[in-house]
Antibody, heavy 119, light 107 residues
Framework: EVQLVESGGGLVQPGGSLRLSCAASGLPFSVYWMTWVRQAPGKGLEWVANIIKQDGSEKYYVDSVKGRFTISRDNAKKSLYLQMNSLRAEDTAVYYC???????????WGQGTTVTVSS | DIQMTQSPSTLSASVGDRVTITCRASQSISTSLAWYQQKPGKAPKLLIYKASSLESGVPSRFSGSGSGTEFTLTISGLLPDDFATYYCQQYKSYSWTFGQGTKVEIK
């Protein structure tokens, strides 16, 4: 069974850091584009970042997280990461990792991990 | 950046109704559009990709159409399981964007 499992969420103070992880199983992880999507409480989906080459060399970010968040992957560990620095209250959300099939959308999603930024 | 605008924001309908949700892009995205369904507390589920291709396992009452800047998601014969929030998402550029969502409620 193809599965993505996120971890690493929690409560952090404004200005703090957090590293999210996403472990993949049941799929050949290295060949796929991967992405992070978040959803603030009561709000819609927001794309956060994606990594579109197997070696992790090409990455894109939504403007609001550029310079603060870093997406990365470890193909040997079948894992995706999101390093989040200088966190703000507006980063509070459920963070999902997802697999993106080129030309076809995000077909496999994790269950989400909750990040709360508050003092 | 490409902006995606969905309408309506909320839609009240009855079981058996045919419903249509519209998504407009701020510039042409060809057919680089996907539709997702999300239920409360759950991850989104891919329904449609390439604007009109049905994801494997998704019931045929769901259909998508459009190209360029205007797209629609149609549910033909609403079932109780279909009451949820629906999002469009463009992937024409590498900076992806979602529409703001359409909540389909029970009338």
């Amino acid at each position: 069974e193809v599965q993505l499992v996120e971890s690493g969420g929690g409560l952090v103070q404004p200005g703090g850091s957090l590293r999210l992880s996403c472990a993949a199983s049941g799929l050949p992880f290295s060949v796929y584009w991967m992405t992070w999507v978040r959803q603030a409480p009561g709000k819609g989906l927001e794309w956060v970042a994606n990594i579109i080459k197997q070696d992790g060399s090409e990455k894109y970010y939504v403007d609001s997280v550029k310079g603060r968040f870093t997406i990365s992957r470890d193909n040997a560990k079948k894992s995706l990461y999101l390093q989040m620095n200088s966190l703000r209250a507006e980063d509070t959300a459920v963070y999902y990792c997802a697999r993106f099939i080129e030309g076809a959308g995000m077909d496999v999603w994790g269950q989400g991990t909750t990040v709360t930024v508050s003092s | 950046d490409i902006q995606m605008t969905q309408s309506p924001s909320t839609l009240s309908a009855s079981v058996g109704d045919r419903v249509t949700i519209t998504c407009r892009a701020s510039q042409s995205i060809s057919t680089s559009l996907a539709w997702y369904q999300q239920k409360p507390g759950k991850a989104p589920k891919l329904l449609i990709y390439k604007a009109s291709s049905l994801e494997s396992g998704v019931p045929s009452r769901f259909s998508g159409s459009g190209s360029g800047t205007e797209f629609t998601l149609t549910i033909s014969g609403l079932l109780p399981d279909d009451f949820a929030t629906y999002y469009c998402q463009q992937y024409k550029s590498y900076s992806w964007t979602f529409g703001q969502g359409t909540k389909v409620e029970i009338k």
